[in-house]
T-cell receptor, first 111, second 117 residues
Framework: GESVGLHLPTLSVQEGDNSIINCAYS??????FIWYKQESGKGPQFIID?????DKRQGQRVTVLLNKTVKHLSLQIAATQPGDSAVYFC??????????FGTGTRLTIIP | GAVVSQHPSRVICKSGTSVKIECRSL??????MFWYRQFPKKSLMLMAT?????????EQGVEKDKFLINHASLTLSTLTVTSAHPEDSSFYIC?????????????FGSGTQLSVL
């Protein structure tokens, strides 16, 4: 079946710098995309979402970019902080059905 | 934001026993809840979709007699791991979808770490 995958399993960023986490999805019919943050031993926490009729959406310190042409999704975190260290998952869905999660990227913020 | 409560957070049991995990939506109603399994350093794998008042829908390869799901009310779904064995040790996570409006966001519980000895 189709799945969502991530390019990089780990990413280390200096505190205060910006980070970019990438995700490739394969279902061209997906119309809703979400980024989740998961800290060790906890459930995923919603960060930001975007629908397929948009190519950019901004939140507090986070921006999600969607490129439907190449089926690519990215999460930008500005001015990273130690609390941003976690595993980040992208997920996609079509028609409000079940989510398909990517493999995850572990982001480590270096003090 | 919406809160999903999952209990217990950690359970250790002997092989052959059954373990029940509860998932509650605290401030919203959820006709649909989802159960995931996660191995260390791996992504979430959907096990089943729990539907209030009807049978759960299981993903391919998930034994429905092994993982019993009950969704008796709009705020509670339970997952029972029957006759647990060491290979069932994993992190189990539930999520719930708010039925109000067009909110498609899933809210996740804090997870249950199951260790079967």
């Amino acid at each position: 079946g189709e799945s969502v995958g991530l390019h990089l399993p780990t990413l280390s960023v200096q505190e205060g710098d910006n980070s970019i986490i990438n995700c490739a999805y394969s279902n061209s019919a997906s119309d809703y995309f979400i980024w989740y943050k998961q800290e060790s031993g906890k459930g995923p926490q919603f960060i930001i979402d975007i629908r397929s009729n948009m190519d950019k959406r901004q939140g507090q310190r986070v921006t999600v970019l969607l490129n439907k042409t190449v089926k690519h999704l990215s999460l930008q975190i500005a001015a990273t902080q130690p609390g941003d260290s976690a595993v980040y998952f992208c997920a996609d869905t079509f028609g409000n059905e079940k989510l398909t999660f990517g493999t995850g990227t572990r982001l480590t913020i270096i003090p | 934001g919406a809160v999903v409560s999952q209990h217990p957070s950690r359970v250790i049991c002997k092989s052959g026993t059954s373990v029940k995990i509860e998932c509650r939506s605290l401030d919203f109603q959820a006709t649909t809840m989802f159960w995931y399994r996660q191995f260390p350093k791996k992504s979430l794998m959907l096990m089943a979709t729990s539907n209030e008042g009807s049978k759960a829908t299981y993903e391919q390869g998930v034994e429905k007699d092994k993982f019993l799901i009950n969704h008796a009310s709009l705020t509670l779904s339970t997952l029972t791991v029957t006759s647990a064995h060491p290979e069932d040790s994993s992190f189990y996570i539930c999520s719930a979808r708010d039925i109000e409006g067009a909110n498609e966001k899933l809210f996740f519980g804090s997870g249950t770490q199951l260790s079967v000895l």
